[in-house]
């Protein structure tokens, strides 16, 4: 397997992925989506709630703000060795909030949010949770715990988790006439007049729509549009809770312990 | 009735960019240029902010409003 790094930064990543097949990134793709775990918060105790939404309204916004995480002092809650409801500090973190709009109407956000743990933090401190009017007061206790994408989408830590094949274009100068039809019909301007010729100005953009395949009025095709059956380019746009290699790394551990698991199983099922 | 905190279909966060949104398309911006110097790329998440009306902000004008007929009835 070759990996070569095409972007990256605190949210995107985007790679070449060279030798490997289908199945493997789809799998490393779903885990991402549906396995790795990430911090949100899970319960929250209303103390005091005299705003024009409504409590559950509240929470669910609480929920869906993305919290920094850190995966390794904390467990998963039905990992925990606490085996406890409640959780304990190795498996749930404690958020308060403690808003009133004393002068006039105010927006509350989510840096306003007071963490036991400040390493475990909204991504952002400027999501709106809530707008109050004069008078008005919000008070809450949250509890954040890590948990799993197929549970809930607010414990996905990928906003995007896509791959697609390598393409391959071939402009076959025997055949093209050089009528520019598939440069302009190109949605993603993967082609360029150069020298009064088509050219491949940006090949890692093309999706292999084959709209310049059809639009070339030659006979055989001017152009051909492929792709490599074992190279991928990968997109990952995290959310902000883990960086996004981590998110990588994190699906191929999981990958690898689920397949040990199975076979464990395997053997048990044998003898 | 409030900005939505991530993209419906995406799950991307979007509400923390919805202040400076509203605030550059008062000044006259244009909406697609604002949305890409936001780094909001698919049109899922774009849809978020076109569409948005935040509701919450007529709404709250009773809440001032009655705040206020309080106070005057108080001060006479």
Known sequence: MKIEV?????????????????????????????????MAIDEVVMIENSSILQDEIIAHRLGLTPLKTDLDSYNLPEECSCKSEFGCNLC??????????????????????????????????????IKLAKGQKLKLEAYAR????????????????AYKYYPKIEITSKNCENCTKCVDICPKKVLAIKDSKAE???????????????ACPQEPKGITVAWEKNAFIMNIESTGALPPERVLQQATKILDKQLNEFEEQLKVEET | MIIPVRCFTCGKLIGDRWEE????????????????????????????????????????RFYEEAEKRKEARNFY
């Open chain 1, 146 to 161: 890590l948990g799993k994408g197929k549970a809930h989408a607010k414990w996905q830590p990928v906003s995007m988790c």
């Open chain 1, 6 to 38: 095409l972007e990256k930064n605190e949210t995107n990543l985007r790679l070449i992925i060279r030798e490997v097949d289908v199945p493997l990134m789809n799998a490393l793709r779903r885990i991402a989506l549906a396995e790795v775990p990430s």
């Open chain 1, 92 to 129: 749930r973190v404690t958020l308060t909030l403690d808003a009133e709009a004393k002068e006039g109407t105010r927006t509350v956000y989510s840096g306003e949010l007071v963490s036991e743990n400040p390493e475990i933090v909204p991504v952002s401190d400027r999501v709106p949770i």
């Open chain 1, 200 to 214: 491949v100005r940006d090949l890692l953009a093309c999706n292999l729509c084959m709209d310049c395949v059809e």
């Open chain 2, 21 to 60: 949104f509203a605030r550059r398309i008062k000044t006259g911006e244009n909406a697609s240029d604002v949305l890409d110097s936001l780094g909001i790329k698919r049109y899922c998440c774009r849809r978020m902010l076109l569409s948005n009306v935040e509701i919450i902000d007529e709404v709250l």
